[in-house]
């Protein structure tokens, strides 16, 4: 239930009581209209499910094909969830417009500013040389955000 921000979990009962213990103090509880959506999705048919598996898993491997493709980039398969996180090792060190680029935020920063995409440095997860790039939107985007780091990594000196 992507957005809604509830979920579930099975653990030992010490296990359980402890995150229930850390979750009450730390957030809210959610909505009942969540609750109520979440029984649907988890009761419901699951073929809406499925349909969407099956898009991500084409975005996924779209987005992973086109980075393998660039120059001082590399990125493993995710097991999870959808977002990619690949290694830009390659990229620092390099100029981009005179300046250095130093770290993946310099890297996320001139994304960002000059090419209009929208990354997460990987110093945010504690790895410096990567980026977090989310494949949770249309191809038509993902193809657009793959020509314009194309063109980013192109311009480096």
Known sequence: MTGWRIGYAAAPRNI??????????STSNPTSIAQKAAAAA???????????RREFEQRRNRILAGLRELPGVACNQPSGAFYVF??????????????????????????????QVAVVPGIAFGADPYLRL???TAMAQIEA?????RAFIGELE
Do not use: C, W
């Open 42 to 52: 988890l009761t419901g048919s699951q073929e809406a499910v499925e349909n969407m």
């Open 134 to 136: 989310s494949y949770a």
């Open 16 to 25: 359980a009581t402890a995150m229930t213990d850390l979750q009450s103090h």
């Open 145 to 149: 955000g793959l020509e314009r780091l």
């Open 86 to 115: 690949p290694f830009i090792g390659g990229l620092l060190g390099r100029k981009f417009r005179g300046q250095t680029l130093s770290s993946s935020t310099d890297v996320a920063t001139a994304l960002l500013n000059e090419y």
